[in-house]
């Protein structure tokens, strides 16, 4: 079989969920946007659900209609895209919650459902979603007169902890919803981990249950084993893949693996990246294809039968610095063609 595998660890996703949630007073909710970040919504939201996770976060509200289809009606979905025209029938079927963006958001909503939950979304700095200080200002009352079930901010640096952007924003979120009675929300993994000044009533973690930075404990969830589909020996002078971009220098054995940049394997790692056979390091060579990589298996003993991509050696951020990325995108970029597997249900 030459179809790459894709392992998901839901014990060691539950444990790292379970590990920010306990890093303070606050309840701790799980963002689920983008299919659970490219691990499978199917399996990893029963999962966080069964670990006590009872308020979750989608981008937009097709992915909220799914997921209530998925856990059923009692936990609460918020959609961070808010209220977008023609959302009505599924905000209102897939009883969702959708974060208010702006005073045209919130007249549509009152206008389309009223009395359906709803929460607001504040920009404290960002400068992507939410509604201004004025525009709060101006609706303020009104919208908490009808009771919204969360007030929210995203925090723009707080992978960063010495960044002055974390105080800024802690303020104005501050000023914006000191007094309020509705719930507060601020912190994503980062600000989970900026400390419990930012943790206010209800925390947002996404990457760090995934296993990603800046949650530095965190447990590795993705195991990603590539197969073996060919071994050859190559000779000083030779070449190996597209463009003639590695020579060998001596004598080299490579196995060429059945993945790619199709995988989410990103091209730009290639002349970067390692895989490991058991404890030996391996470096790719040449140019990632779409479907298949040459590594440097001379050091390996035997002949290898698939190769770690992901794992106990290396992590999603490993990758990430060879492609000049970050974790999230490597997690959302692995895409469908592996075989998938959880282990831990
Ligand atoms: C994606 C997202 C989160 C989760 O962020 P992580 O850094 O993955 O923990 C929280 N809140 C909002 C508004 C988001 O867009």
Redo the contacts with the bound molecule.
Sequence with gaps: MAQAKLTIDLAALRANWRALAHMGQAEAGA?V?ADA?GLGIDAVAPALAAEGARRF?V?IAEEGARLRGILGPAPEICV?SGHMAGDATLIRDAQLTP?LNSIDQMLRHVEALPGHAFGI?LDSGMNR?GMEPAEWRALREIALAQRPSLV?S?LAC??EPGHPMNDHQLRVFREMTDGIAAPRSLA???G?LLGSDYHFDVT???????G?L?FLDALPVAFVDIPVIQLRDVLPGETVGYGNTWTAERPTRVATIAGGYADGILRSMSHKAFLWAGETRCPVLGRISMDLIGVDVSAVEGEPESLELLGRHQSVDTLADWAGSIG?EILTSLGTRYARAYTGA
């Design positions: 963002v946007k970040y976060f981008a961070f974060m979304q979603l929210m995203h707080a992978d994503a993994t980062g989970v947002r973690p996404g990457i760090g249950i995934y990603g800046p999230y």
